[in-house]
């Protein structure tokens, strides 16, 4: 199954983030690959991630969500990890020499929605 990879440079992932969410990093929210479910950076903190697995890894692994819905795309959220052995994570950004493999972005909040 091929996939398509979208390269991003730090600098154009933040101001993609703040353009859909707005600029609390808080309110971020990303796409697992494997299961689907839609999770922001707030919800990885009051799972007790640690900040490299956002976007990084499902935040199902930080609260022993059912691996069953692993790779299922829908359902979540799932135990999937994005370093392992089934690199699912669309999007590459680099910085500094360096790259980082994370989820897609959710889509934004409609305009309007209440909060």
């Known amino acids: 199954m ?3 990879i979208t390269r991003m440079t730090i600098a154009e992932w933040k101001a993609e983030a703040v353009r859909r969410f707005g600029e609390d990093p808080m309110r971020w929210a990303f796409v ?3 299961c689907g479910h839609v999770a922001t950076v707030q919800d990885w903190m009051d799972a007790g991630a640690t900040e490299s697995a956002v976007a990084f890894s499902c935040v ?3 609260i022993a ?3 069953a819905k692993t790779f299922k795309r829908e359902g979540g959220p799932c135990n ?3 370093g392992g052995l089934f ?3 669309p999007v590459i950004v680099t910085y500094d020499g360096g790259e980082h493999e994370v ?3 959710a ?3 409609t305009q309007g929605a209440s909060e």
Request: proline share 17%; hydrophobic share 30%.
């Open 32 to 34: 697992c690959p494997s």
């Open 60 to 62: 199902g692994r930080w």
């Open 2 to 4: 091929a996939s398509t």
């Open 65 to 67: 969500a059912d691996d």
């Open 87 to 89: 690199k699912l994570n």
């Open 103 to 105: 989820f897609d972005f």
């Open 80 to 82: 999937y990890a994005g």
């Open 107 to 109: 889509p934004p909040p």
